[in-house]
């Protein structure tokens, strides 16, 4: 492939995500993105998590696992509360506040269970 061709490709993609980031800016109310914020922060630490366990060990296992859990665990959680803050209508009108209220109980379930499991 000629480097003229790399080129073009390389700035049809930056349209691309250029295109896509100023849709998102646009369209996405601001307390979503902050949601969408904490679960790439989320995934983030469960990558660097997962590293850390290949090139150290994971010698105290269940922490290992304790911590991965969480991490995913409240990442899944995250996702749960955009959606209903999303899509209200699809989980029976359900208000934002409730939704957050459901958001909290479920951490306060997950944090104990990992507690528990990290023994």
């Known amino acids: 492939m000629a480097p003229a061709a790399k080129s073009t490709i ?14 998102y800016n646009e ?3 601001r307390k979503l993105q902050l949601i969408d914020l904490f679960i790439v922060f989320s995934m983030i630490l469960a990558f660097i998590q997962a590293i850390y366990a290949i090139l150290s060990g994971s010698f105290p296992y269940n922490s290992y696992l ?10 899944v959680l995250c996702i749960c509360l955009r959606l209903q803050i ?14 957050f209220a459901g958001f909290v109980v479920g951490n306060l379930a997950l944090f104990v269970i990992v507690t528990t499991f990290m023994g």
Not at 10 to 23: C, E, G, R, V, Y
Not at 66 to 75: Q, T
Not at 86 to 99: H, K, L, M, Q, V
């Open 86 to 99: 999303a899509n209200p209508r699809d989980f029976g009108n359900i208000t934002a506040e409730s939704a």
């Open 66 to 75: 304790a911590a991965l859990f969480c991490v995913v665990g409240y990442a």
């Open 10 to 23: 390389s700035n049809q993609w930056l349209d691309l995500l250029s295109a896509l980031h100023q849709k």
């Open 27 to 29: 369209d996405t109310p």
